[in-house]
């Protein structure tokens, strides 16, 4: 990929991402520039990625060809408006931070700006993230292509509907929190009969990241491979029979709406 990539922001997100375009060698680190206020976190990119940074958001993205602005949602305003006058017309800007819809982009950079609204997760900071990903009619195929690569060297990626985006945040977007609670209530029930806490978390995340493992290789429903390992009269059955009682299921979809509806209003 012969491109200059710029990031507004280096935080968690910010940083995963450039660690994957690093790691997968899309483009020369000298090809890539991140504008961070902080001296601390320049510091650590210098570091780490050997990349240029500074701290004008304006001499970052001037000659880039596709902008990451990788900031909290609440100063997205200011940002755009600062450098708006200075983006290539050539130039994709690529937007992480929830509630940031492309018509309210376009409305802070300009109807002819080139933009993609992407919602990506947490595990992207160790290579397994999961992305959607929406562009506007401006953007060309061969320019979406370029960013879907940028996502896929960190994880995997979907091109999605915008308007089926709340639901990626339900599904993707904020569920690691919901899986953590569960290895951690797991791990608990493992200490309770006495094993290890180190041993309860590795047996419990490994048991959910295999898990995952099997959906996504296997193809097969879910349904299928959880009567897979239901045994008649066994162990697991019995488990199942009390997750369905508690209402396991309806739970986590209950939850699951709330935040659906949550992030609808921020999208407001």
Known sequence: MNKKIAFIGSGNMGGAIIGGIIS?????AASVTASDPSEAARGRLIEKYGINVTTDNKAAVRDADIIFL???PNIYSAVSAEIKDTLSPSAVVVTIAAGQ???HMAGMLGKKA??????????????EGMSALCPNDNVTDEEFADVEAIFRSFGKCEKVPESLFDAVVGVSGSAPAYVYMFIEAMADAAVAEGLARDKAYTFAAQAVLGSAKMVLDTGRHPGDLKDMVCSPAGTTIRAVIEL???GMRGAVMQAM????????EMSK
Request: some cysteine.
């Open 24 to 28: 997968a060698g899309l483009v020369p």
């Open 101 to 103: 819809t492309l018509e």
């Open 257 to 264: 709406q709330v935040c659906i509806d949550k992030s609808k």
């Open 244 to 246: 369905e009682k508690t």
């Open 114 to 127: 080139k933009i993609v609204r992407a919602m990506p997760n947490t595990p992207a900071l160790v290579g």
């Open 70 to 72: 990788a900031v909290k």
